[in-house]
């Protein structure tokens, strides 16, 4: 029942700025820790940022300084705020989210994920 729509990736020069989007909706009770993953091609996974509801954040070493983590409770979506760009930081975002259903269990849903090129 529930969905989670990113937005804001694209093309962009070294240097540059991207500010990328994720909406949940559905059926929510709460959301506890958002998230943003990325994901190169040939590469792992990695966690980028982490929010918790009260707006407690964590970075990777790799964007800390230059990346910012933020949500709105009341609409159910998080950023990232993305300057000071680097080619390195190419690489498919997907944001998650650990959502409360009304029945008190947690799930954790993933976003469609959105393409980030940075060139040199």
């Known amino acids: 029942q529930v969905q989670l729509v990113e937005s804001g990736g694209g093309l962009v020069q070294a240097g540059g700025s991207l500010r990328l989007s994720c909406a949940a909706s559905g059926s929510i009770f709460n959301i506890n820790d958002m998230a943003w993953y990325r994901q190169a091609p040939e590469n792992q996974r990695e966690l980028v940022a982490k929010i918790d509801r009260g707006g407690s954040t964590n970075y990777a070493d790799s964007v800390k300084g230059r990346f910012t983590i933020s949500r709105d409770n009341g609409k159910n979506t998080v950023y990232l705020q993305m300057n000071s760009l680097k080619p390195e930081d190419t690489a498919v975002y997907y944001c998650?989210?650990?959502?409360?259903?009304?029945?008190?269990?947690?799930?954790?849903?993933w976003g469609q994920g959105t393409q980030v090129t940075v060139s040199s």
């Open positions: 998650n989210a650990a959502v409360q259903a009304y029945s008190g269990r947690y799930f954790s849903y």
